[in-house]
């Protein structure tokens, strides 16, 4: 099958995916707009430029990209710190071009570094975090921003006080809309009910929801006002009196703030922070993907870096990859680039045309989507299986979900990948040498160095050689080793010379290529 031919066969699951991704997708942008301290409307055309134009130049089959809330801070202080949103999309547009010299210099390898338990526990994380962080929206408790995945929030609260914060503030009408919602979700999934009509096949269960959900609410003004949702529990997108009116949403950078020094302080920050969540989104996004192909992350770079230097030239916050829309995409049947190019034009059409229309969505409706999308993430069989697996894949794997739960993503991406480092380092401690001895010669001890022997290896190294007992026949075989850093060779060549003392044989074999 050729790619085109791919393309058509998934187009019908695409689209409908697009469909799903653009109504998760609408209140996350406008919720890290908010976060950021931005106009409402740059999070929308951040979610424009992350769909179409990074779409359009990516080589990622099921990435979606938008604002992201790890870049949110950043942009925040930044505004503070200079006084003008304007020199604020001039440190974007900087990033955007920084992203494209790391791409072409390589940078993209990072990917293939972070170990699969990590990646593991990052979406099992990321699962959680959607289910607790949404299960305030679904009961109607609006306060906290949309899209938001630190564990403090701006309401006060962090992900668990939240909670119970919560209790004395829920809206019975929300309740009943997300639990249609998700009934009507998983009803829609049943493969028998796929089977016995088609309808339910290609039309999206979670936009179905999203629209009885929307009758619900128009039920409950007209004969229970009581239960009925108001604006500030709805989506609420800035709507534009004429298509003039939403060309003045756009903003241009102030490029006379380019000799300020803070500008590229502020750019070097959002490139860092935007390259490291889109290659760890681009890394778990491939392995969501069904048909598990790679994307070549040193192009994902320079495709970001073009949609952070559109998104900065026409007014928008910075974009990354962004693994929640990612998920949602493959969950929903997203299996090529249309399905997030796809949800860039219909956010685009819907800003333009229907804003009045997108504002009746309860946002409880879309919470059920994202309950459904984050228990797919995380389970408790995945969590059982890493367990099993023994300590150099639970490691990792715990404290990445525990990390990221308990900060924010960049924060538990680095001390997972700490902790996946601190099990390496362990593992070479331990298995630097092969240690064998003579069964005939209970006092003849063959010690076999590994292929890569480097100074972490040397405490291991000098705890087995000093707990030889005086008058041993020791041999030391470098026969298999192609690198021994010259820590371990210098402690090896001290040790010969105490040999003497302690009446220990020593023989080194394969030394002759180190230099010793």
Known sequence: MNKMEFYKEHLRSDISAGLVVFLIALPLCLGISLASGAPLITGIIAGIVGGIVVGFFSKANVNVSGPAASVALVILTAINELGSYEAVLLAVVLSGVIQIIWGFMGAGVTAYFFPSSMIKGFLASIGLILILKQIPHAVGYDSAYEGLTSFQQNDGYNTFSELVHMLGAIQWGAVLITLFSLAIIILWDDPKLKEKNKFFRYFPGALSAVIISVFINHFFIKFLPELALDSSHLVQLPVAESFSSFLDFFK????????????????????????????????????????????????????????????????????????????????????????????????????????????????????????????????????????????????????????????????????????????????????PFFNEVDPNDPKKIIISLSEQVTFINKASIMKKLEGIDDEYDVTIDATNSVNIDIDVLEYIHDFKDSCRLNKIKLTLVGFERFNM
Do not use: W
């Open 252 to 431: 241009t950078p102030d490029f006379s703030y380019i000799t300020n020094p803070i500008i590229f302080k502020v750019a070097l920050s959002i490139a860092f922070i935007a390259s490291l969540e889109s290659l760890l989104s681009t890394e778990a996004g491939d392995r969501l993907d069904p048909y598990k192909r790679q994307t070549p992350t040193n192009h994902e770079l320079k495709a970001q870096g073009i949609g952070n230097i559109v998104a900065g030239m026409i007014g928008a916050i910075p974009v990354t990859a962004v693994i929640v829309r990612t998920s949602a995409n493959v969950a929903s049947g997203g299996r090529t680039k249309i399905s997030t190019m796809t949800h860039g034009v219909i956010m685009l059409i819907c800003v333009i045309t229907i804003p009045a229309i997108i504002n009746m969505i309860p946002l409880a409706s879309l919470s059920a989507i994202l309950f459904v999308v984050g228990y797919k993430l995380t389970s408790l069989s995945l969590f059982k299986e890493m367990y099993s697996k023994g300590a150099r894949q639970y490691v990792p794997f715990f404290s990445t979900v525990i990390a990221v739960l308990f900060t924010d993503l960049i924060i538990g991406i680095l001390i997972g990948a700490a902790a996946s480092v601190l099990i390496l380092l362990r593992d070479n401690y331990r298995t």
